[in-house]
């Protein structure tokens, strides 16, 4: 029997998603279907892996079989989910670049106030990214 091969998919990213440093969502999407298909599964994945890095200084984890690279800032928690098998570097060029078009968005004022006054141009640059 051959070695199992996963299916190519488009989706580098997984998911991504923006908490507040209580580990409540701010903005998240996920681009699999597959994994976390229902809201309370998401929202249960994320406080674990709020959990598991608001306290921590490194800025990548496994978790329930996702790489997933972060970055925290004043309030904020931005995360970037892949596949176990995904690159790193291009998870972390996409956290950086989510967090670089956010911050400019917002005038380099990143906090939770401003992401929620605008979220509609957060939730769209999001989706550009992807």
């Given amino acids: 029997m051959e070695g199992l091969l996963l299916e190519p998919t488009l989706y580098t990213v ?60 004043v309030d904020l928690f931005f995360y970037v989910m892949g596949s176990s098998q995904e690159n790193e570097l291009i998870l972390m060029s996409i956290l950086n670049c989510l967090y670089d078009s956010v911050s400019q968005i917002l005038r380099k004022n990143v906090e939770k106030r401003a992401v929620l006054e605008s979220l509609d141009v957060v939730m769209l640059a999001m989706d550009e990214i992807c």
């Fill in 14 to 73: 997984k998911g991504i998603a923006i908490l507040d440093n209580d580990g409540n969502r701010i903005l998240a999407k996920y681009y699999d279907k597959n994994i976390f298909p229902t809201v309370k599964e998401q929202k249960t994945f994320e406080k674990n892996l709020f959990n598991k890095t608001h306290r921590a200084n490194a800025e990548i984890i496994m978790l329930d079989g996702l790489t997933c690279v972060y970055r925290s800032n």
